[in-house]
């Protein structure tokens, strides 16, 4: 009797496969897949194991740029997909898609999915050092998503233009998936909160996440709304773009927000808020916002690919000039002056979430692109 098709998730952090891949690796699973995880060192792992799956360690470093720890990490993941011999990769943010890919190819692994969640602190930084790097990561890409029974999956129609146009994948090999999917039961529309207003911004701490003008504006709107509370959830990140753990408990300990830090309990969290902001300068297809909208948030958020995904202006949600402190906060105040509007556009945003951003609509996508690949 013939094996179960063996699929192998590659991620760079275990908490990012729970965060963002369970209910797919589980959909899998269920489907009668055998499915395997692999990731870099953390503390998930436990959990990932716990949920079932064979997990499998790999040297993954999420902000390392060492040149022999890199070639370490490929090696390292052509010797797992020569010993697991997996019949489908799919390999999630951009170090697994990157060095993955590479590595599926060397080990001619017969089907890859790699998923890009977005371009990342590399395409939003600028300067001829940083216009360097990308044409280098460019040219991984085009190595990396170049297998011929390969598919790379976008969050955004933005982001699928931009790697055509330079030439990093096929259009043919492109496939549109918007984002990874909001569980409709756990994040439900509740009663706005008594007073004092909070505005809330959920997010990894980093700086092109528009931490400093949610900041910004907070100290403006301070005298008009002496009562308000503004309120960062997230912790900070290996990533060149982190916000040192020292300023944001600098601005803590000014008074202008509160900063709760890494929370699990986000559809209680964003049941206490009463407007949810994001000023990002890119995203792929933000989680934090699609769930915001399921739970019936008012959004704020920058008018840039990812986050347009997720908000129409003046229906769920308002837009503004990215790096626009000044914009942000007029937006801001506009909702915290009209709770009418924040209802209204609240029960737009759940509306959205239903018919555009289930976790079931998400993980069907997917089956269908493992289906089509391993002819099945």
Aim: net charge positive; hydrophobic share 45%.
């Amino acid at each position: 009797m013939a094996r179960p098709k063996r699929v192998l998730f590659v991620v760079n952090d275990p908490a990012f496969f729970l965060s963002h891949r369970l209910p797919l690796g589980l959909a899998a699973r269920e489907r009668g897949y055998d499915v395997h995880v692999a990731t870099g060192p953390g503390a998930a792992a436990s959990e990932v194991r716990a949920q079932g799956f064979p997990f499998h360690e790999v040297p993954l470093s999420r902000s390392g740029r060492r040149p022999d720890a890199e070639l370490r990490a490929i090696a390292a993941l052509y010797k797992l997909f020569r010993e697991l011999a997996p019949d489908l990769v799919h390999l999630v943010t951009i170090k697994p898609v990157l060095y993955g890919g590479i590595a599926a190819r060397l080990a001619r692994v017969p089907a890859v999915v790699s998923a890009v969640s977005g371009l990342g602190y590399v395409f939003i930084q600028r300067g001829a050092r940083a216009t360097a790097t990308r044409a280098a990561v460019r040219a991984m890409y085009r190595i990396a998503l170049g297998a011929r029974r390969g598919r790379t999956i976008f969050q955004n129609g933005e982001d699928l233009d931009d790697f055509v146009s330079h030439g990093s994948v096929r259009r043919d090999r492109t496939v549109l998936i918007r984002g990874s999917g909001v569980d409709l039961a756990k994040f439900r529309p509740t009663p706005e909160p008594p007073e004092p207003l909070v505005v809330m911004l959920p997010s990894r701490m980093l700086w092109d996440k528009g931490v400093g003008e949610m900041v910004e504006a907070a100290r403006s709107l301070r005298p008009k709304h002496p009562q308000a509370r503004f309120v960062l959830v997230g912790d900070t990140d290996p990533n060149p773009a982190s916000i040192p753990r020292a300023t944001l408990e600098g601005w803590r300990d000014e008074g202008v927000i509160e900063w709760w830090g890494f929370r699990r309990d986000m559809p209680d969290v964003l049941a206490q808020a009463h407007v949810v902001v994001l000023p990002s300068y890119r995203e792929g297809l933000p989680k934090g916002l699609i769930e915001a909208a399921a739970a019936a948030r008012p959004i704020v958020t920058s008018d840039v690919p990812g986050c347009r995904e997720v908000v129409r202006h003046e229906d769920n949600g308002l837009l503004v000039p990215v790096k626009d402190a000044a914009s942000l906060a007029a937006a801001i105040d506009r909702l915290l002056g009209d709770a009418d509007l924040r209802r209204r556009m609240g029960a737009r945003g759940r509306e959205r979430a239903v018919e555009e951003f289930s976790v079931e609509g998400v993980v069907e996508s997917t089956m269908s692109l493992y289906r089509d690949l391993l002819g099945a």
